[in-house]
C-alpha cells in the first residue's frame, strides 16, 4: 500500500538549473496538491489539481509550473531554480467524499 | 488576519501532564476541520477529526465552538512520543484545498 510516492527525496540544484518533482498516488483520488514547507512558515500551498485535466495556482507559484498528467501523477517542475526555492517539497492527495489529505514522505531541495 | 490561527509555542511539558492547544479561524462558513501531527523531517498525518459535539480518542480530546470559531486538542497524560508539531486544518467544503495552521509544536521532558 505505497499511498503518494514522491522523487527524488533529496537533491542539490545550482542555481539556474531546471527540475521535475514527480508525485504518484495510487488511492484513486481525485484531487492532488504541491505544498512547500520552511521553518517558521507552515505549509504553503504551490499548486493543486482538483481534478484530472485541471490545475490551479495556490498561495506561492511564481517559479512552478505544474503538469497532472494523469489521474495517478501531478509533477511540479521548477524552469530556473532559485535559492529562495530551497525547501521541503511534499505532495499530496485528497478523496473529496472522504476529507483526508494524504502526504508522501516530502523531497528535500537545496539550490546552490 | 491568517485564515487558520494557532500559537506556535513551542509547550514543553512534563510526562504525565496535560496540554492543550487552541485554533481559530477566520471563515464562518468553514465545513469541517482536523487535527494533523508532524514529526520532524516527517510528513504530517491525520490525527483526528474535530466535530462539534466534541470527540475522544485515547488521551486525545478535540473541540469545536462554531459560535467563536474555534478548536482545541487537549492531550492527557503526555508521552514522550507526543513530542511534533501539531497542525490545525480547516476544510472550507468543495473543491477548495484544505487550509492549514502553521502549527504548534510541543516537547514533552522526561
Not at chain 2, 492531550?75 to 495552521?101: E, H, M, Q
Request: net charge positive; with cysteine.
Amino acid at each position: 500500500n505505497a499511498g503518494v510516492t514522491q522523487t527524488p527525496k533529496f537533491q542539490v540544484l545550482k542555481t539556474g538549473q531546471s527540475m521535475t518533482l514527480q508525485c504518484a498516488q495510487d488511492m484513486n483520488h481525485n484531487s492532488m496538491y504541491w505544498y512547500r514547507q520552511d521553518p517558521g512558515m507552515g505549509l504553503r500551498l504551490i499548486y493543486y489539481s482538483a481534478s484530472e485535466g485541471t490545475t490551479d495556482k495556490g498561495e506561492v507559484p511564481n517559479g512552478y509550473n505544474v503538469s497532472r498528467l494523469n489521474k495517478r501523477e501531478f509533477s511540479l517542475r521548477l524552469e530556473s531554480a532559485a535559492p529562495s526555492q530551497t525547501s521541503v517539497y511534499f505532495c499530496a492527495s485528497r478523496d473529496l467524499a472522504g476529507n483526508t489529505i494524504y502526504f508522501g514522505e516530502g523531497s528535500w531541495l537545496t539550490v546552490v | 488576519r491568517k485564515e487558520v490561527e494557532q500559537d506556535p509555542g513551542p509547550f514543553n511539558v512534563p510526562e504525565g501532564a496535560t496540554v492543550a492547544f487552541n485554533c481559530t479561524y477566520s471563515n464562518s462558513a468553514s465545513q469541517s476541520f482536523f487535527w494533523y501531527r508532524q514529526d520532524c523531517r516527517k510528513e504530517p498525518k491525520l490525527l483526528m477529526s474535530v466535530y462539534s459535539s466534541g470527540n475522544e480518542d485515547g488521551r486525545f480530546t478535540a473541540q469545536l465552538n462554531r459560535a467563536s470559531q474555534y478548536i482545541s486538542l487537549l492531550i492527557r497524560d503526555s508521552k514522550l512520543s507526543d513530542s511534533a508539531t501539531y497542525l490545525c486544518v480547516v476544510n472550507r467544503g468543495g473543491n477548495t484545498p484544505l487550509v492549514f495552521g502553521k502549527g504548534t509544536r510541543l516537547s514533552v521532558i522526561a
